[in-house]
């Protein structure tokens, strides 16, 4: 069973196209993320969720648009895509992160390329 | 400000021991995560230090210094496997723990 799970793997599409990306993980987790990998491999927060709540944005551009439907899915929606916003985007989990060790568990991520 | 640092690339033999280091700077301070993340996979957690000293786990170890922000992570008996980028990655307090800050990475290869 995949503990983080997201949807699609890969996606190209065009600039100015709106895509959402989906995640959803089985681990009973309070706490989502999305996190963005660039070419140059540095992996960047975006957002972290706990219980449905918003806790972090991290000056991300309005035009990404996380929802949270209930405490397992975590979905990340991209209005008029950009050359820039091409990337690697991680969705991961974690128990509540206030104390101890709180690893978090990664999607495979999903392959945005924007031509 | 909140910054990382640690050594782009490192190449190592098989079987050797090779230790990857870590700066940090941060507002504030609650662990120290290392994560290894093979090429086009997800990372996947290696370790977690939150107290001074060495923490060890089979052939991997790490070892906090918050006095010195400073982290290294201790791979022995180097296998070929363990080619991949170490993530270092410190869990910033000042927003409830909720904010992880990861540093670029050292991408790790081992030779036969």
């Known amino acids: 069973d995949t503990a983080v799970s997201q949807t699609p793997k890969y996606l190209v599409t065009q600039m100015g196209n709106d895509k959402s990306i989906k995640c959803e993980q089985n681990?009973?987790?309070?706490?989502m993320y999305w996190y963005k990998q660039d070419s140059k491999k540095f992996l960047k927060i975006m957002f972290s969720?706990?219980?449905?709540?918003?806790?972090i944005n991290e000056t991300v551009p309005n035009r990404f648009s996380p929802k949270s439907p209930d405490k397992a899915h975590l979905n990340l929606h991209i209005n008029s895509l950009e050359l820039g916003d091409s990337a690697v985007y991680f969705c991961?989990?974690?128990?509540?992160?206030?104390?101890?060790?709180?690893?978090?568990?990664f999607g495979q991520g999903t392959r945005l390329t924007v031509v | 400000g909140q910054n990382i640092d640690q050594p782009t690339e490192m190449t190592a033999t098989e079987g050797a021991i090779v230790q990857i280091n870590c700066t940090y700077q941060?507002?504030?301070?609650?662990?120290l995560f290392w994560y290894q993340q093979h090429a086009g996979e997800a990372p996947t957690f290696l370790s977690y230090?939150?107290?001074?000293g060495l923490e060890e786990k089979g052939r991997f170890s790490s070892f906090l210094s918050r006095s010195k922000g400073y982290s290294y992570l201790l791979l022995k008996e180097l296998q070929m496997k363990d080619s991949a980028s170490y993530l270092c990655?410190?869990?910033?307090?000042?927003?409830?723990?909720?904010?992880?800050?990861f540093g670029a990475g050292t991408r790790l290869f081992v030779k036969a």
């Open positions: 991961a989990s974690s128990q509540d992160p206030g104390v101890g060790n709180t690893e978090a568990f």
């Open positions: 681990l009973g987790h309070d706490t």
């Open positions: 969720y706990n219980n449905k709540e918003l806790i």
């Open positions: 941060t507002s504030g301070f609650n662990g």
């Open positions: 230090n939150v107290l001074d």
């Open positions: 990655a410190v869990r910033d307090s000042q927003t409830g723990g909720f904010k992880t800050i």
